[in-house]
């Protein structure tokens, strides 16, 4: 089976990365030859102004429904594989569901987030659809999806297993693999790749946060974007009133 080496991931990268923007992920993933780390068509359906998702995936895989199979399944409350993976979850993890990209029914409903929520996840997407919308945009949890249905998962699919790959949208997501989600969508990143985008990316959110300054000054595009050798100085001097400046230096280091 296809799957990510052991990674252990210091929390101070994981907590770099929620000042990183999806778009500055997918840009720099796609510089080291990433291509498909952006997934396309899964946007945020519960997401407070300015929160930020990051977290490791805990996979599960649904197939359509087929009728002599989904009996048997639902004999029992229990070996299912969906309330398997609901009930394993770990603190930080997010759940990650290839539901077939189906809107013939909801795979995660108002309990079952609320589950992930107690077990410490840090998220839901889904190639899917979901149901219980809006009472699930009061919990505070961040979900991404494709859509909504008010039926519930043995209208239309099954769940097949959990923590194998699986595909949402365009991209393959394996288990370990880090997400980071915002307003602009969701990024999939190789946990050996964190370092470096938490590294490139917050220096790279400062300076453009300077360069906006300098927009609104009037400077011209090819003066700021990114600065020049007038405006270069200014930055790295203006850089360390920055709150990043202190609480991830090694962002800083080299640039």
Sequence with gaps: ??????????????????????PTATAHLMGRG?????????????????????????????????????????????????????????????????ACGSF????????????????????????????DLSTIRS??????CKGVHGAGINRALMSADYQHPVRIGNTAVLPGDVLLGDQDGVVVIPPFEVEALVKFGIEHEV????????????????????PDAELRPQYLEWRKGQPEYERFPFAFEGH
């Design 34 to 98: 990433f291509n498909h780390a952006y997934l396309i068509g899964i946007p945020p359906q519960a997401l407070a102004p300015g929160q930020v998702m990051v977290g490791r995936a805990r996979t599960l895989r649904f197939l359509p429904l087929r009728e002599d199979l989904v009996k048997a399944q639902y004999a029992s409350v229990g070996d299912r594989p969906h309330r398997d993976a609901i009930e394993t979850i770990e603190p930080g993890e997010i759940l990650v569901i290839d």
């Design 207 to 226: 300076q453009e946060r300077f360069t906006r300054l300098k927009l609104a000054q009037g400077y011209a595009l090819h003066q700021a974007y990114p």
């Design 1 to 22: 089976m296809l799957k990510n080496p052991d990674t252990a991931i210091p929390p101070q990268f994981l907590e770099g990365l929620k000042l990183v923007s999806t």
């Design 139 to 144: 919990l505070g949890l961040p979900l991404f």
């Design 104 to 131: 013939e029914a909801g795979v995660v409903g108002d309990m079952f987030t609320r589950r992930v929520k107690e077990r410490g996840g840090t998220g839901i997407v889904i190639d899917g659809s979901v149901r």
